[in-house]
């Protein structure tokens, strides 16, 4: 399978990410960059929005199958992390979820790049085996 444009704007938000926390550990003080809190409702925004453009449908690849589950472990890593980054106003929390985006993106778009898509003839009915 080859990368779509889907795979360009996740990129492009996770590079975003990326930038507003080099901003916030380089001490800058723009509006987006003023705390852990702003940063980490950020990243839940922008992080989500990128999995939602960038995921694709199940891979039926069974070779593929890792990722999902470690990717949903990641997710489920960053979103809790975020959410305690929240709460606490935490900065060293803040690196989790800032990591963790990095970490799914990378993992997405390499399995993007070799593995194949859902076909609608794989046999799969209300996501099981036939």
């Known amino acids: 399978m080859r990368l779509t444009w889907k795979d360009a704007i996740a990129t492009v938000l996770t590079a975003g990410i990326v930038a507003l926390y080099a901003a916030f550990l380089g001490g800058t003080t723009l509006p987006l960059v003023s705390s852990p809190r702003t940063l980490a409702a950020v990243f839940l925004i922008v992080g989500l929005t990128a999995c939602a453009i960038g995921g694709t449908a199940l891979t039926t690849d069974t070779k593929a199958r890792w990722a999902m589950y470690a990717g949903g472990t990641l997710g489920g890593v960053a979103f809790i992390a975020a959410l305690i980054t929240l709460v606490t106003g935490s900065g060293f929390v803040?690196?989790?979820?800032?990591?963790?985006?990095?970490?799914?993106?990378?993992?997405?778009t390499v399995r993007h790049t070799f593995t194949g898509p859902v076909r609608a003839d794989d046999g799969l009915v209300s996501g099981h085996r036939r």
Do not use: D, E, Q
């Open 94 to 108: 803040l690196a989790i979820p800032v990591g963790t985006t990095v970490a799914l993106w990378l993992m997405a």
